[in-house]
Nanobody
Framework: QVQLVESGGGLVQAGGSLRLSCAAS????????IGWFRQAPGKERDFVAL????????YYADSVKGRFAISRDNAKNTVYLQMNSLKPEDTAVYYC????????????????WGQGTQVTVSS
């Protein structure tokens, strides 16, 4: 069982930055794939970025590549999402999720989810 808690969301102007945190419980944190997803009102939950903490392998959605960076601190059981050059279209609730097996961009492949944190980018 893994419990995930996101933090770091807020209101920021376009062009600004935010860093989201995903704190995970459990001593096997580094064996999980951690994904970040986002969901805007009335839209589906979309993949943003993912990392396998044990290898630091990463993968990004094209829409955030070059602007967002995922990183981890295994000692703190935490994965971060640094978001730079934010755009109004990045506005959404951001979720982190975990699965044991595969590096996947499909939300239904993830077994554990956090409660989400709101990111609002004003123009």
């Amino acid at each position: 069982q893994v419990q995930l808690v996101e933090s770091g969301g807020g209101l920021v102007q376009a062009g600004g930055s935010l860093r989201l945190s995903c704190a995970a419980s459990g001593r096997t944190f580094s064996t999980y794939v951690i994904g970040w997803f986002r969901q805007a009102p009335g839209k589906e939950r979309d993949f943003v970025a993912l990392m396998r903490p044990s290898t630091s392998s990463t993968y990004y959605a094209d829409s955030v590549k070059g602007r967002f960076a995922i990183s981890r601190d295994n000692a703190k059981n935490t994965v971060y999402l640094q978001m730079n050059s934010l755009k109004p279209e990045d506005t959404a609730v951001y979720y982190c999720a975990a699965n044991r097996l595969i590096m996947t961009t499909t939300p239904t492949d993830y077994d554990y989810w956090g409660q989400g944190t709101q990111v609002t980018v004003s123009s």
